[in-house]
């Protein structure tokens, strides 16, 4: 086995840390839910290197080599080092073989290179990625697991139930919660899952330890998402002025009912005519606009447009109501989502189902939504009923905006988030120098 254990002096005070990711810096998701808290992690003084997996797309498309340049130069300015690979879709049963070998054999040399302390994954293949260095290194292993991948793909269509990929991405999973020295999941349900399993493995002698969870959602940059008034340019643009609208943000799969998300609307446009639903997706505007249709809604009841991540506070100034509807699931309890916090930071009261992720402790309480039980026609109906008591003419009372806003201070603050995964780091490289170094640490 290579030795490449770090030196203490790389351990404290000095944090050095190989970030592994599988979602693309270049994506949406890239750009709101991982780039803010490297930038924010170099800023405390976390030395960081960033392996991510960037899309074809986003490597080759010329009109796009601005927005990487633009990325590298803003990374390279925390100092922060990005190593992107090529994301393989094709051939279909292979390209994720052919990433996991990529992205060990790049990673080992990094780690080579760089002598980082901690190695973080986000997500399954990621994980697999980190147990090599991990193994080779000595590096302490942060598995960010984020949902429940195996069952997610399920749902999505793309693995079949108790399948041979299901059943491998189930093993892999059981494999890296052992080998992990932390663990990082979205919700405080599907921690209470993690636990629930531990204890049966410990009731059935297979296992002993009992592994360090943090619960870290998925955060809002609160200065960029604010109570403001709404954008008169965009407005007229977008020809809303006089409208209520109502809308979503993000990608169109499966997991989401856009069937249920439509029906609510049109209960909602009988009561405000002059409503328009605006679903701002990077996807084909071709996928939402037949659900749209089949619920009985007119081609002008709704606008899809593709919105870069820049733009979506300008977008969300105009929105009066946020909806989304998630398939309740095993694997939605593990789900949060980066919209709910964007809304909430926004003052846009949320529109959502029960069952999914934390939503009903978060919102349960509160006058900034309504939690919508189930999703009958009578669920629906009593739900838009209820949700006109969150719009005063064509705005949201003042008092429900600031409710709202309040929300998101509490549980999705990136500056919060971001404090936790330096707790994290800071613990267990103490952790490691204590192993080491016991009788020094101890003279302090």
């Known amino acids: 086995m290579l030795d490449l254990r770090p030196d203490v002096e790389t351990l404290v005070p000095g944090l050095d840390v190989l970030y592994i990711s599988y979602d693309g810096l270049l994506e949406p998701l890239g750009a709101s839910q991982i780039v803010p808290y490297l930038c924010a992690l170099a800023d405390r003084g976390v030395g960081l290197s960033v392996l991510s997996f960037e899309k074809p797309r986003d490597l080759d498309d010329t009109d796009r080599a601005d927005r990487m340049g633009a990325l590298r130069s803003r990374l390279a300015s925390k100092s922060i080092r990005w190593t992107p690979l090529r994301y393989h879709k094709r051939p279909r049963t292979l390209a994720k073989a052919i990433d996991l070998v990529i992205g060990i054999r790049i990673a080992l040399k990094l780690v080579r290179l760089e002598r980082p302390a901690i190695v973080h994954a986000r997500s399954y293949l990621s994980g ?42 189930k093993l892999s999973e059981q494999f890296l919660l052992k080998r992990a020295d932390h663990v990082v999941v979205l919700t405080e349900s599907a921690k209470a899952i993690l636990r629930e399993r531990e204890a049966e493995a410990h009731l059935a002698a297979q296992e002993s330890r009992e592994t360090h969870i943090s619960v870290i959602p998925c955060c809002a940059d609160l200065d960029r998402f604010r109570l403001t008034e709404p954008n008169r340019e965009l407005q007229i643009a977008s020809e809303l002025e006089g409208r209520i609208v109502i809308g979503n943000i993000g990608a ?6 856009l069937p249920e998300m439509f029906r609510f609307f049109f209960h909602i446009k009988s009561h405000l005519p002059n409503a328009r639903f605006v679903y701002l997706t990077q996807n084909d505007p071709s996928l939402v606009r037949p659900a749209a249709r089949d619920a009985g809604l007119s081609q002008d009841d709704l606008l899809v447009t593709s919105v870069e991540p820049p733009d979506i506070p300008k977008w969300l100034s105009l929105f009066r109501l946020g909806v989304f509807f998630l398939k309740p699931s095993y694997a939605a309890k593990a789900s949060s989502y980066t919209k709910l916090a964007e809304f909430l930071a926004a003052g846009v009261p949320v529109i959502t189902n029960k069952g999914v992720g934390d939503v009903e402790k978060i919102l349960g309480s509160n006058r900034c939504g309504v939690l919508v039980p189930g999703l009958t026609e009578n669920d629906l109906a009593a739900a838009a009923r209820q949700a006109l008591s969150l719009i005063q003419g064509e705005r949201v009372p003042e008092a429900v ?25 800071r613990s267990l490289a103490s952790a490691e120098l204590r192993s080491e170094h016991p009788v020094a640490m101890e003279l302090g």
């Open 128 to 169: 697999l990625i980190a147990w090599a260095v991990k193994s080779a290194s000595g590096a302490r292993f942060v598995f960010d697991m984020r949902g429940f991948w195996p069952e997610e793909r399920v749902e999505l269509g793309l693995f079949r139930p108790m399948g041979v990929l299901y059943r491998l991405s």
């Open 252 to 257: 169109v799969n499966k997991r989401y009912m």
């Open 401 to 425: 905006r600031e409710s709202c806003r309040a929300i998101a201070e509490k549980h999705f603050a990136l500056d919060d988030g971001v404090e936790r995964y330096f707790s994290i780091y």
